[in-house]
């Protein structure tokens, strides 16, 4: 079956400039995460939703950063007013988790990332 | 906080050789953890996983056991492939209201034939 989706792949934009990036989960799964690859960073966690709810937002690395999630399916991360060090690879993650309470975590299943690039 | 420690690469093998990727957590309760492989221009995909302690994950030859003594989860393979060739990342997560991965830094594996 399909798996997670991410657009767009690659995105160039102007320092101040507001981006948008999307991903589309596994069909079925509850469970959205975000997370964010650099160089001098890693891997970061940036933001989990349970169905439309985003219990755990610790991960936003300033109030530039939203996301959203509409009708338990397609996630939208938002970084306004972009700067040089938001340019990293942004991932999505996603898995079944039914409850929020599962004593065990689930396996998540990447995307293949969106590549920001702020000049 | 809870974080995951790896050994820096990037590491160089030829193929056949014996291949161990150290990896140590600092973790509150007791945490399932997991190797997770970006092969070149891919996405991360899960390797192998433990979800408690002594639980060995094996997966396409590679092998990690979740030894709390130690807290360590160290990958191993005795005879690596230059289809090998990737980025590994150690991670941890638990479960209830959060469930999020803390990864490694990624461990860089080269396998020259």
């Known amino acids: 079956g399909a798996g997670v989706s991410q657009s767009p792949s690659n995105k160039v934009t102007e320092k101040g400039k507001d981006v948008e990036l999307r991903c589309d989960p596994i069909?079925?799964?509850?469970?959205l995460y975000w997370y964010r690859q650099s160089l001098g960073q890693g891997l970061e966690f940036l933001i989990y939703f349970q169905g439309n709810s985003a219990p755990d937002k610790s991960g936003l690395p300033s109030d530039r950063f939203s996301a959203e999630r509409t009708g338990g399916s397609v996630s939208t991360l938002t970084i306004q007013r972009t700067q040089q060090e938001d340019s990293a690879v942004y991932l999505c993650?996603?898995?079944?988790?039914?409850?929020?309470?599962?004593?065990?975590?689930?396996?998540?299943?990447f995307g293949p990332g969106t590549r920001l690039t702020v000049l | 906080g809870d974080s995951v420690t790896q050994m820096e690469g990037p590491v160089t093998l030829s193929e056949e050789a014996f291949l161990t990727i150290n990896c140590t957590y600092t973790a509150t309760g007791y945490p399932s953890l997991f190797w997770y492989v970006q092969y070149p221009g891919e996405g991360l995909q899960l390797l192998l996983k433990?979800?408690?302690?002594?639980d060995k994950g094996s997966n396409k030859g590679f092998e990690a056991t979740y030894r709390k003594e130690t807290t360590s989860f160290h990958l191993e393979k005795g005879s690596v492939q230059v289809s090998d060739s990737a980025v590994y990342f150690c991670?941890?997560?638990?479960?209830?209201?959060?469930?999020?991965?803390?990864f490694g830094k990624g461990t860089k594996l080269s396998v020259k034939p």
């Open positions: 069909s079925g799964h509850t469970a």
């Open positions: 991670a941890l997560s638990h479960g209830g209201s959060q469930g999020n991965l803390i």
């Open positions: 433990a979800t408690k302690a002594d």
């Open positions: 993650a996603s898995s079944p988790r039914l409850t929020s309470t599962s004593s065990l975590p689930d396996t998540q299943y």
